[in-house]
């Protein structure tokens, strides 16, 4: 391509007659050069995890977490599972898997009634095969939403929701150990107040209906409310928002096990390893388990060359896992995505949202080889 635009101009500029002509070409030259070295994600340098790390040489992650009680994890699209190389990375190094998207509303059951769980079945297959626990992703959440449940309101949006919740609970009972039951409820912002999401029309309540739902369905599932930016703490709206609710649910008797902070880290404002364990304590203080369940670290924004962004990576990611690991009730973490190649934020949309990218933001690369991040997790495990 870039070929191609140089022959491209130096044509031009030989049937240049004059000044004017040459001096335009050349910016217009310079205009493209530039255009072409930018924001194109396959020409960024993959993040090699350096020449003494090859996959066959490291400890897998899951046989490091086996003497502890925590589980380490990954999200997966059921697409993934059709290439060997993937299936053997993601069986090798963890013990946890979650449905990326196949079991969102919007992929399950996009016509009223009229469910497709098929995928999610693969993804619910290969776990049992590889020995992995599962957890389901996700009942109640205002995105990836079919849009007919957006119009309803009243009984019909409280039955459409419980019938949701107990055909898909129900299809995977005993098969799937933790279920995020309502994602992101919380609004952003200043008052740690509920969303407006479109179940709000039933009341707060709608929560309480649909843990309650849930546990009629499986009964041995433990069930997780879901959100992202309740990492901070006390004195964080959104934080404190989350344990409120949590408070209110057990104190109404709600069936509600355990809270999942996402962990979707943004290098440029993030709580610290002591923040996150102090807050990680008062959620286990209410008696819930507490996992991370989307872990992402992006160094798009983190300053330096590529190896020492990826440095930064490994401390942040180690000090985050370690505060985890000092609270008995934090029981898992899941990383979101098997590798850089496979990640949501090479997406530009979600990607742009922790700045300018590439964001290499997993723990193996994008030819599948480990990178420090992984060595983080592993020090971590081991208690370094
Ligand atoms: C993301 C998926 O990774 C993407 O493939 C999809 O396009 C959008 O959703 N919080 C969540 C996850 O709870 O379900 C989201 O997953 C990431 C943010």
Redesign the pocket.
């Known amino acids: 391509m870039m070929t191609t635009l140089t022959t491209f101009f130096a044509r031009a500029l030989g049937r240049c007659t004059d000044h004017a002509c040459h001096t335009l070409l050349l910016v217009a030259l310079a205009c493209g050069l530039i255009a072409g070295c930018i924001g194109r994600p396959h020409d960024w340098p993959a993040a090699k995890g350096g020449k003494a790390m090859h996959r066959s040489d490291v400890t897998p992650l899951r046989q490091a977490s086996a003497g502890t009680h925590r589980r380490i994890g990954t ?1 997966v ?1 059921s697409g993934h599972l059709t290439d060997p190389r993937l299936r053997s990375l993601v069986a090798t190094h963890f013990d946890s898997l979650t449905a ?2 196949e079991m ?1 509303w919007g992929n399950t059951e996009r016509q009223p009634g009229s469910f497709s769980l098929g995928a999610g079945d693969q993804l619910v297959a290969f776990a049992a095969e590889n020995g992995m626990r599962m957890r389901g ?2 009942l109640v ?1 205002h ?2 939403l079919a849009n007919w449940v957006k119009d309803l309101s009243g009984d019909a949006l409280r039955e459409a929701m419980k019938r949701h919740i107990r055909t898909l609970v129900g299809h995977w009972r005993g098969q799937i150990a933790q279920w ?1 039951v309502v ?2 409820a919380l609004a952003d912002g200043s008052d740690g107040k509920l969303r407006d999401s479109p179940f709000l029309k039933l009341g707060e309540g709608y929560l309480d209906e649909a843990f309650r739902t849930a546990h009629e369905a499986d009964p041995e599932a433990l069930l997780f409310y ?1 959100d ?1 930016g309740i990492e901070a703490g006390e004195g964080d709206a959104k934080s404190d928002g989350a344990l409120r609710l949590c408070t209110r649910l057990k104190k109404a008797g709600v069936p509600i096990h355990g809270i999942g902070m ?1 962990m ?1 880290v943004d290098p440029r404002h993030w709580p610290t390893p002591e923040e996150i364990q102090r807050n990680v304590e008062r959620f286990a203080a209410l008696g819930l388990f507490v996992e991370f369940t ?1 872990m992402d670290v992006p160094v798009g924004r983190i300053r330096g060359t590529l190896d020492e962004k990826l440095q930064s990576q490994r401390t942040i990611t180690h000090d985050i896992v370690a505060a985890c690991f000092r609270v008995e009730k934090c029981t898992g973490i899941t990383l ?2 098997i590798s850089d190649a496979n990640s ?1 934020l090479n ?1 530009p949309h ?1 990607g742009s949202l922790r700045g300018r990218g590439p964001h290499y933001p997993l723990a193996f690369d994008e030819v599948l080889e480990p990178k420090p991040m992984l060595f983080g997790i592993l020090d971590a495990f081991a208690g370094r």
Request: hydrophobic share 25%; no cysteine.
């Open positions: 999200a699209r990326e998207n969102k992703h996700t959440w995105l990836q995020d994602n992101e879901n992202y996402q979707h989307e979101w995505g949501w997406d979600w």
